[in-house]
Every structure is written in structure tokens, then in C-alpha cells.
């Protein structure tokens, strides 16, 4: 998986846009897209796993997962009655694949079976399944170009990025999470078994995080490929109001600019990024702290004691606790006029085998959620060209929108975009 083209230089928040007018007053959300939700689950930083039917989509606001799973479709849909079809077959799997209906054997010997088998008896309760769709989607083929979220383009190279086609966009992207590997594999099948006729894949990539996270806010066992703890100071989904202020499109469908259609939706980016682990494991204790801007191995920040601790900036101007290029610093400095763009992260290690230079293929897959697309290239532009660019090489991905929750068995998936 060594990327092979060159990038073609950063792209800015403008231009990414295209001008499109960015809301970023009035930010609140209706209670049935987050408050709501948020007061019915725990107090920790993310909530437990929920079942297929809400008003957002699962697998968002809940635990990360110890196993997950990208997948990237292009639609072959014949036409839009088609398209309808693909969406209503794939909410009703993800749905038995949530809630973990069993389909059970078939009367029929001499038909295939309705299920993989890798399962056995065990039910599919837990697994999450969140479907996504590209800006490629939104062309001639279907016409929903008048519905095309007001953001949403194909994502372009951004600082440091050796992007390939077979690993970057899609039509469609399904993200799948469990707590067990054979989940992925089973569920992937389940949900192309049903759309078949609709989806091609395009590229799949899985991985792993921590099976026991770290359940306090602010805290997490989560680590990358580099060893450095990843995700700490999180948004908390089940307290306050960072569901709302932060993730989901609410009924001020950010200032009016969004589509009626995307009240309960959100923007996800998704960065495909290869860790150079040999040069890394190279570099002294010191220099790769000074990078992140934490200790690496209890995940404070540098010159503090807990792993919550804010790190202080004010109290270090010049840099002399945290380097001004650290990593932390520069994602989020904490000042006044960058708090609006925080983004939730949820992504997941990979590691498959290695390259033909025998170096080991290692790495992250980014994936943020963010009512705006804005936040996160926000963020894209503070980090670029910092140290810690020597020992990563972004190789694909692409930007999505996640659809509403299906709120109830008379809903389906992909409704309210194509009524």
C-alpha cells in the first residue's frame, strides 16, 4: 500500500468550498437530533451502543469499538426509483445486523443460505453500521444535484497528501464496528449480499483500537500506531452541548445553508494515513514528546500531571513547555476564535503486512465527524507543515455526509434525501 503519486499541493478552506457561506452563529440543534439522545445515555465522554433506529445514525456518538471497518461503494444504480431500493435494502440489513434479528435458517436446503455462517448462533446485537455518501453522488445519474449538502465536495490533496484513486472517495461509504473481528467480516458480506444489484466496492481498509477504553472524560487507553495515546479531551456526546454545537446539522440547518433533507446528518472526513513506524521508532523519547506535545506514555501534556490536564497555553507563549509546532498545540490552541471548530474523532488503527521494501504498512485511519466541513479543514491548515509530517504519508480517504437516523420501522434509510 506505498502511495505513489505526487500531491498537488494544499488546497484552501475557500477553495475547498467553493464559497459557500459557513454558519457559524446560531448553532444550536433541535432536542430530537441531540439533546434528547444525549440525556437518555451515560455521563462518560462517549455512550453506549444503541440499536439501528434514531434520529441520528449509530455508531457516531457511541464507544469506540476494539474492531472497525471502511468500506467505499460506487453506485450502479439504474435510476433514482433503483437508488431508493439500494437504500431501503441496506438500512433493513444494518438494521438486523443492529438489533440483531436473526434471519434463521432457510425452509429451502437448495437455496443459498440468508446468513454467512461465520457467526454461528451468536447474535449480531452491537454491532453499528452508519452509511455515508460522497459528493460523486450528487452528478447527473440521479438528480440530486439541487440536494447536494452545501459543503460537501470531493475531498482534494491536502498538505502532505500522495493520495491514490483506489483508495480515496466513493459514492457511498458504510462504516462498520464490533467487538469482535468476524463481526466486520460477516456484516460487510451481509450488507453486499443485499446490495449487490446497487454497490461495487471500491476499497475497504479495517483495524483495531482498544478493547477496553478508558471510560473517563477526558481520558482514553486508545493508542496509534505511534504509541501515543489517541483521542484524549474527545467531545463529550452524552453531556452538555458538544453533540449539538459541534456534530449534528440541526433544524437552523447551519444558518439556513444546508438542505431540509440533512437535519440530523454530518459532515465525515475520513484520512487514509500511513505511519513511517521505523523512522519513528528511531527518533529519541524526547523528540517525538515535543512532537505531540504530550508524554507518551500516561498522555499528559508536557510539563502537567494528568492525562485531562489543560495544557496551559497561556502560561507558555514561547513554547518552552509545549513547542508552538507541536502537534496538540497547533490542532487545537484553545483560543477564543478556534473552540467553533472542534471536530469528534473516531478513528482506528491498521496494520497489513508490508511494502515491497519490506517496511511494515502501519498505520491510522482518521475519521471525524463535524456539522461543518470548515472545522475540519480549519484544523488541516493549522497542523500543515509540522514536524510530525517527516513520519506520516496520507494515501487516501475521502469527504462524506452521513444521513439522518432512521427514527422507526416506517422509516427507511436514505428517505428524506430522495422524497
Known amino acids: ?137 450528487f452528478d447527473d445519474r440521479y438528480g440530486l444535484a439541487d440536494r447536494k449538502p452545501a459543503e460537501l465536495v470531493r475531498m482534494p490533496f491536502l498538505a502532505n497528501d500522495r493520495l491514490e484513486d483506489k483508495w480515496s472517495h466513493g459514492d457511498v461509504l458504510i462504516q462498520i464496528a464490533a467487538d469482535r473481528p468476524d463481526a466486520l467480516a460477516h456484516a460487510l458480506r451481509q450488507l453486499m449480499r443485499a446490495t449487490r444489484a446497487s454497490l461495487i466496492l471500491h476499497w475497504v481498509i479495517d483495524g483495531f483500537g482498544r478493547a477496553d477504553p478508558d471510560e473517563r472524560p477526558g481520558h482514553t487507553e486508545n493508542r496509534n500506531m505511534l504509541g501515543f495515546k489517541d483521542g484524549t479531551a474527545n467531545l463529550d456526546m452524552t453531556e452538555g452541548d458538544d453533540a449539538t454545537r459541534f456534530v449534528w446539522v440541526g433544524t437552523d440547518r447551519n444558518g439556513g445553508v444546508e438542505p431540509a433533507w440533512t437535519v440530523g446528518g454530518s459532515y465525515q472526513a475520513v484520512r487514509l494515513i500511513r505511519t513511517l513506524v521505523e523512522r519513528w521508532d528511531r527518533a529519541s523519547l524526547t523528540e517525538q514528546e515535543q512532537f505531540i506535545g504530550r508524554e507518551k506514555f500516561h498522555g499528559a501534556p508536557l510539563g502537567k500531571t494528568d492525562e485531562a490536564d489543560d495544557p496551559d497555553y497561556a502560561d507558555d507563549p514561547k513554547g518552552e513547555r509545549i513547542p508552538l509546532d507541536a502537534h496538540i498545540r497547533l490542532a487545537r490552541p484553545r483560543t477564543k476564535e478556534t473552540e467553533h471548530q472542534r471536530i469528534l474523532r473516531k478513528g482506528f488503527n491498521y496494520a497489513h503486512g508490508f511494502d515491497a521494501a519490506g517496511m511494515v504498512d502501519q498505520g491510522l485511519v482518521f475519521v471525524s465527524y463535524q456539522k461543518t466541513l470548515d472545522s475540519f479543514l480549519a484544523v488541516q491548515e493549522r497542523i500543515k507543515g509540522e514536524p510530525l509530517e517527516e513520519y506520516t504519508l496520507p494515501f487516501g480517504g475521502g469527504f462524506f455526509f452521513t444521513l439522518p437516523g432512521v427514527r422507526d420501522a416506517h422509516d427507511h434509510l436514505g428517505r428524506a434525501l430522495l422524497s
Not at 35 to 59: D, F, N
Open 1 to 137: 500500500m506505498s502511495p505513489a503519486r505526487p500531491g498537488r499541493g494544499l488546497v484552501t478552506r475557500r477553495a475547498v468550498l467553493g464559497g459557500a457561506a459557513i454558519g457559524t452563529a446560531g448553532i444550536g440543534v433541535g432536542a430530537a437530533v441531540g439533546g434528547a439522545w444525549a440525556a437518555a445515555h451515560a455521563t462518560s465522554g462517549l455512550g453506549p451502543v444503541r440499536g439501528w433506529y434514531g434520529a441520528t445514525q449509530p455508531g457516531i456518538a457511541e464507544r469506540t469499538r476494539s474492531n472497525s471497518l471502511l468500506a467505499a461503494f460506487t453506485c450502479v444504480a439504474a435510476d433514482r426509483d433503483a437508488l431508493d431500493q439500494m437504500f431501503r435494502d441496506l438500512g433493513a440489513e444494518a438494521q438486523r445486523l443492529c438489533d440483531g434479528v436473526s434471519e434463521g435458517p432457510t425452509d429451502n436446503p437448495e437455496l443459498p443460505s440468508p446468513t454467512t455462517g461465520i457467526l454461528g448462533d451468536d447474535s449480531t446485537k452491537g454491532t453499528s453500521v452508519t452509511v455515508s455518501v460522497g459528493a460523486s453522488l
